[in-house]
């Protein structure tokens, strides 16, 4: 005979992981919640965590995610520190995968797989993560208002970003690698007619500039295809 499936399994252990695990054991679902191979998720790279309600004095990021987890096995969750694999949803009965190789039966499966920044992958960005460097307008724009900022890439990511910047910075710079933008026309065309975003095409980040903090970026200008 098979085993009995669970009745929850909660796949991720970032803040989405964890909430659907307090809700989940509170309501009687004895979840099972699988971290992955970030337990905490992303936030466990960040510092100040300042625009999480309830937190006047914001929280470090590694902190909340502690109590998260404390919040989630107070009311019975089990944790697992594994990565599922691999899911089957096609019958009633769904089946994960793990890495180790087992196979979990479960009558529902929250998915809580977050997402992960895309690094631009050179050193100067790694010493300077948390020091002007930042993945996340929303969260840390706050920090560089009445600053001049510059953004990386040319995708609808960016431009949001840009977009959101330009309402707390004097200048946005944008940095493209090409001669074009990835970003979906409709982006594209409200950064390319904002004032304040100053488009910088066939540009190649190559290092992000400063000691203590960011002071700026040098750029590799690549020849204009056009001409
Ligand atoms: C440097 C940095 C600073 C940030 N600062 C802030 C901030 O100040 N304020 C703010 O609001 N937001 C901030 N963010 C954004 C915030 O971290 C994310 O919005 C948030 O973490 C998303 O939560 P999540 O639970 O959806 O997923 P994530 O935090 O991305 O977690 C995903 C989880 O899924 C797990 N996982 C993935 N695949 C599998 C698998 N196959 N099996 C099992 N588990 C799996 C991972 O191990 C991880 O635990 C920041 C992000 C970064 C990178």
Not at 40 to 62: A, C, R, S
Request: proline content about 5%; hydrophobic content about 35%; overall charge negative.
């Amino acid at each position: 005979m098979g085993k009995e499936p669970l009745k929850t399994v909660i796949i991720g252990s970032g803040p989405a992981g964890y909430t659907a695990a307090i809700y989940a054991a509170r309501a009687n679902l004895n979840p099972v919640l699988y971290t992955g191979r970030e337990p905490g998720g992303q936030l466990m790279i960040t510092t100040d965590v300042e625009n999480f309600p309830g937190y006047p004095e914001g929280i470090m990021g590694p902190q909340m995610m502690e109590d998260l987890r404390q919040q989630a096995e107070r009311f019975g969750t089990a944790i697992k520190y594994e990565l599922v694999d691999r899911v089957d949803f096609s019958g009633e009965v769904k089946r994960i995968f793990t890495e180790s190789g087992e196979e979990i039966p479960a009558h529902s499966v929250i998915i809580s797989t977050g997402a992960s920044a895309r690094w631009l992958g050179i050193e100067s960005e790694q010493r300077l993560a948390n020091k002007g460097v930042s993945a996340c307008a929303v969260c840390d724009g706050f920090f560089y208002r009445g600053k001049d900022v510059a953004i990386v890439g040319a995708g609808d990511s960016a431009c949001e970003e840009a977009l959101y910047l330009s309402n707390l910075c004097p200048t946005v710079h944008m940095l493209v690698r090409r001669d074009e933008m990835r970003a979906s026309a409709i982006m594209q065309e409200r950064v390319l007619k904002q004032e304040n975003i100053q488009v910088h095409w066939n540009t190649e980040t190559e290092e992000i500039l400063g000691d203590a903090e960011v002071t700026g970026v040098r750029r590799a200008q690549q020849p204009d295809p056009m001409r």
